[in-house]
């Protein structure tokens, strides 16, 4: 089947891979389309959470290497003594613990497409071997002698200035330009708010409608307002975490400015007291003092109700009410003894 065949045959399938309708979003979208079709490495840069993955899988989805595996695999993850192994495979006994032969990643993905994830975290040595790789399509088993030949699309990304990791002697130039034949730019959530309204509801759309909260035009508006450090990825928890706390409820801005992480910023004033007719009202100097609010207090009642929460939601499993909650283990743990929660792991 011709390549151009099989992007149209495939479009209506990966096109809600990524979600959105504004400028920026069919912008990439075309992109995507046109890389789709050359077999030729592909660097994305973007902010960590802006989806990268999702685009790498979208060119493989419509490339003609579609019905070959797509292995993904991020090279800041890896132990610098294990990524080679990871990578190329290794032969039995080739070191400690090498008690059998295994095939690496490329291996894997022989045919396909190769996706290396924060690529500027890969070590110096590592490049050279991965330069040669790119430019002889041939790689060696840890502890072995032969070569063996690999037919693999790069599609690798990172959050980095790799400019700048060059210039400091930490990435390779040539790699870089071997890597990034085509550049792809991947947008923040920040640069697109006006797809939240449609992200939102495609991260809903496997809840059930009566599990998912609603947001009411004063919650998307400041929603849509957030900078997004952690863009669609934090966007993505901050949806999971309204439907557990507010589960077919309409949520506003307060309870937005919640899910956030923040205080209200802004506190209404109470309504001025009802003045008797004919009666003056009392001078402010002699006027009642406003009631003091323990705000720390107020923060620590909240944050236990939804740390309660999210463990009766996790069925007492703490790994799962920390992610929930989009804490460490150890961080959740840390609080639940300072409240004196005391729940089975």
């Not at 004919?278 to 944050?303: F, I, N, W, Y």
Request: aromatic share 4%; proline share 6%; with cysteine.
């Amino acid at each position: 089947m011709a390549v151009a065949e099989k992007i149209k045959q495939v479009s209506n399938e990966v096109g809600p891979m990524i979600v959105g309708q504004s400028d920026t979003i069919a912008s990439l979208r075309d992109m995507i389309s046109r890389v789709a079709r050359a077999s030729v490495p592909i660097l994305l840069n973007g902010p960590s959470g802006s989806g990268k993955e999702m685009v790498a899988r979208s060119i493989h989805a419509m490339s003609d290497r579609a019905d070959k595996p797509f292995v993904a695999i991020n090279c800041g993850a890896i132990p610098v003594d294990l990524i080679e192994s990871e990578l190329f495979g290794h032969e039995k006994g080739s070191f400690t613990g090498a008690a059998m032969r295994r095939i690496g990643r490329f291996e894997e993905a022989d045919g396909g497409t190769l996706f290396l994830d924060e690529i500027g975290d890969m070590r110096f040595d590592m490049q050279v071997k991965l330069l040669r790789v790119l430019e002889e399509g041939i790689i060696t088993r840890v502890g072995g002698n032969g070569t063996l030949p690999v037919d693999v699309r790069i599609i690798s990304a990172t959050h980095q200035d790799l400019s700048v990791a060059i210039d400091e002697g930490r990435f390779r130039e040539d790699l870089y330009f071997r890597l990034g034949v085509i550049p792809v730019d991947v947008p923040s959530l920040a640069s697109r708010a006006e797809d939240i309204p449609l992200l939102i509801n495609h991260f809903q759309e496997k809840a059930p409608l009566t599990a998912r909260a609603r947001f009411d035009p004063s919650a998307l508006s400041r929603l849509m307002d957030h900078e997004w450090p952690g863009n669609v990825r934090e966007l993505r928890n901050v949806v999971e975490r309204a439907n557990i706390l507010y589960p077919g409820e309409m949520i506003g801005a307060r309870e937005a400015e919640q899910l956030l992480g923040r205080a209200p910023h802004r506190i209404s004033k109470p309504a001025p007291a009802l003045q008797l007719v004919g009666t003056e009202p009392e001078p402010a100097a002699q006027s009642a003092a406003p009631m003091p609010v323990d705000l720390k207090m107020l923060l620590e009642t909240m944050e236990l109700e939804r740390i309660q929460m999210a463990l009766d939601n996790a069925d007492g499993v703490i790994s799962e009410a920390a992610r929930l909650l989009t804490l460490k283990r150890t961080t959740l743990i840390e609080k639940m003894r300072k409240y004196g929660v005391d729940r089975s792991c």
